[in-house]
T-cell receptor, first 107, second 115 residues
Framework: KNEVEQSPQNLTAQEGEFITINCSYS?????LHWLQQHPGGGIVSLFM???GKKKHGRLIATINIQEKHSSLHITASHPRDSAVYIC?????????FGAGTRLTVKP | DTGVSQDPRHKITKRGQNVTFRCDPISEHNRLYWYRQTLGQGPEFLTY????????KSRLLSDRFSAERPKGSFSTLEIQRTEQGDSAMYLCASSLHGIMNTEAFFGQGTRLTVV
């Protein structure tokens, strides 16, 4: 079993739909990043959270440390949200990565 | 500061050749990380530096791989005698403190193709 499991692997949505991506991990962590990777490779950290919930625009991230689970939600999805979303939990200098969820939002 | 920059963005090389990649982190960041990402997978840790000191190396980093950060600023990753299995995206990231303790910034990556 992988240390970091994401679901779904692939997700296709219509513009405007509410999106949820889930992440479960088995390692001990101090924090978790949600990363966005566009075609071409560049990665952007959307959130770093260690407890509770964070919101940035249409993006919401939650984490339950006890259950070792985090979710990323996108409200009112838009085609420009199409990307790979990667869950990356860890501690100190050790960042682990999920395989990513490929999101395609159709107009 | 323009963020983390990597050079080159793409590299095609013949098997057996040596290649070197460069990463320029955000100037005040003392932590610098190298990761490798193969198609359809998440990144995997290779090595990290705190200032000029290389503090950890993954077992993925075989003897053919070497990384340096001579003055605690930019870093280079060299692969000697490249193999087709080295084909991947090589990503660099930097942070002010540990990458899980603070905001992390990634470069655009160097995509290596070994033919």
């Amino acid at each position: 079993k992988n240390e970091v499991e994401q679901s779904p692997q692939n997700l296709t949505a219509q513009e405007g739909e509410f999106i949820t991506i889930n992440c479960s991990y088995s390692v001990g962590i101090s924090a978790l990043h949600w990363l966005q990777q566009h075609p071409g490779g560049g990665i952007v950290s959307l959130f770093m959270l260690s407890s509770g919930k964070k919101k940035h625009g249409r993006l919401i991230a939650t984490i339950n440390i006890q259950e070792k689970h985090s979710s990323l939600h996108i409200t009112a999805s838009h085609p420009r949200d199409s990307a790979v979303y990667i869950c990356a939990p860890g501690a100190n200098n050790d960042m682990r990565f999920g395989a990513g969820t490929r999101l395609t939002v159709k107009p | 500061d323009t963020g983390v920059s990597q050079d080159p963005r793409h590299k095609i090389t013949k098997r057996g050749q040596n290649v070197t990649f460069r990463c320029d982190p955000i100037s005040e960041h003392n932590r610098l990380y190298w990761y490798r990402q193969t198609l359809g997978q998440g990144p995997e840790f290779l090595t990290y530096f705190q200032n000029e000191a290389q503090l950890e190396k993954s077992r993925l980093l075989s003897d053919r791989f070497s990384a340096e950060r001579p003055k605690g600023s930019f870093s280079t990753l060299e692969i000697q005698r490249t193999e087709q299995g080295d084909s991947a995206m090589y990503l660099c990231a930097s942070s002010l403190h540990g990458i899980m303790n603070t905001e992390a910034f990634f470069g655009q990556g160097t995509r290596l193709t070994v033919v």
